[in-house]
């Protein structure tokens, strides 16, 4: 396949290592494109958990002796052309992005040397943003999240991970609104992430227990592909959610459930043990909303702990050539040079790729909910996690 090679000269000694090339494929048939990729001038492209991959596509455009511009008016790109994204390392070719061209910005200015073609993609979760529907899912029968997520993922093409989670099926549930907003809310119900990646739909819990990706080394001389890492270890976050239930009769006393985490430790000590023996319990509440059942209420409680046992936050930056791999969010990595309090396994939540003539740049975002290079002996539910959730 054609691509744009982003050799990185005077970094990598020739031979050492082959720098990684850009591939961008367009058309329900992938195709290469061909004349236009030396024109390629940077792609910016921004992965997470939370939101849509999306990014853009700088192609340097030129004027040829018939009129036409050798991107512009290639037949290539318009508006909602699928497109993929890769990283090419000579001996695999990792996804960036899978998705589809929403806005083309061409911008022909005094100087026709400095014309340009700027290409706005997002991932195929845009299929899922093109009609507003009103429909009511499980009215008849109950309908699992999951149920619901396979029947509208279908209608674009695209298939659910076959680990996803069931999510609930308590209720009728209302959708206003486009697929997409629809989904992110049950995903938020559920405690889940949703994440779209190349045709496959991940609707789960997060996976912790996923094989590690490559590792990101700190400090590791000739081997080093992490030029910088910062991170913050936080004690304003609770380590109990208290969720008020109605009471089932009336005049009966309202009942509360206190939750403590119950995902995997990442490193051998849970985050919560820290400040476990003060007296002071570290608890928030959470309290109705709108018509949910004590299911989704408690759904609610649980993912708010388990996001908030997630203390330590840290960013750095990856020389994409030295690692050899596109860093992905939604499983885990270790980082290796940060000592042992801090080295170990982390979730990676988002990650930006800037691929330019000067080279690959992974800017990343990291979690954890413990401390320790190793995984916790206690597992999901530590003994101070336990005693606390004991008070109440």
């Known amino acids: 396949m054609v691509g744009l090679s982003l050799s990185i000269p005077g970094l990598l000694d020739a031979g050492f290592r082959n720098p990684p090339s850009c591939l961008i494929e367009a058309g329900v048939d992938r195709r290469d494109i061909g004349a236009v990729a030396p024109l ?44 993929r994204v890769s990283a ?33 993609v997002q991932d195929e979760s845009a299929a899922l943003s093109r009609e507003q529907m009103r429909r009511v899912w499980g009215e008849d029968a109950p309908m699992s999240d999951r149920a619901i997520l396979t029947e509208l993922a279908s209608a674009a093409g695209l298939d659910v991970d076959p680990l996803s989670g069931e999510g609930q099926s308590s209720r009728a549930l209302s959708q206003e609104g486009t697929p997409i907003q629809f989904l992110r809310e049950r995903a938020k119900a559920n405690g889940y ?17 996923a094989e590690p990706q490559a590792p990101i080394l700190v400090y590791a001389g000739r081997d080093t592909n992490c030029r910088n890492f910062t991170l913050g270890d936080s004690a304003d976050t609770p380590d109990a959610v208290r969720a008020d239930m109605a009471p089932r009769e009336e005049g009966a006393t309202p009942e509360a459930v206190t ?7 990442l490193g051998s000590s849970p985050a919560g043990e820290e400040g476990a023996g003060l007296g002071t319990p570290s608890v928030w509440r959470v309290g109705a909303e709108g018509d949910e059942t004590p299911e989704e209420r408690t ?5 708010l702990v388990n996001e908030h046992a997630f203390k330590l936050h840290g960013s750095g ?50 979690m954890r909910n413990g401390t320790g290079e190793g995984r916790s002996a206690a597992g999901p539910l530590s003994a101070a996690a336990s005693a606390l959730a004991g008070l109440f």
Do not use: C, M
């Open 299 to 303: 759904a609610r409680a649980q993912a």
């Open 88 to 120: 090419d390392f000579g001996a695999h070719q990792d996804v960036i992005l899978a998705g589809y061209i929403l806005k083309l910005t061409p911008e022909y200015p005094g100087n026709a040397a400095e014309a340009k073609l700027t290409l706005e």
């Open 40 to 83: 390629v001038a940077s792609v910016d492209i921004q992965t997470s958990l939370e939101e849509a991959a999306s990014g853009t596509i700088v192609i340097e455009d030129r004027r040829g002796s018939d009129g036409k511009w050798v991107a512009a008016d290639s037949g290539l790109f318009g508006r909602w052309t699928p497109i």
């Open 259 to 265: 939750l403590t985490p119950d995902e995997p430790v």
């Open 317 to 366: 930056e990856l020389d994409g050539a030295v690692y050899g791999h596109v860093l992905r969010p939604g499983t885990p990595v270790t980082i290796d040079g940060a000592g042992p309090r801090y080295g170990g396994l982390w979730y990676v939540a988002k990650v930006a790729h800037q691929l330019t003539i000067e080279g690959y740049t992974q800017t990343f975002e990291v």
């Open 193 to 209: 992430e949703l994440i779209f990646h190349d045709g496959t739909i991940w609707f789960g819990r997060k996976r912790l227990e």
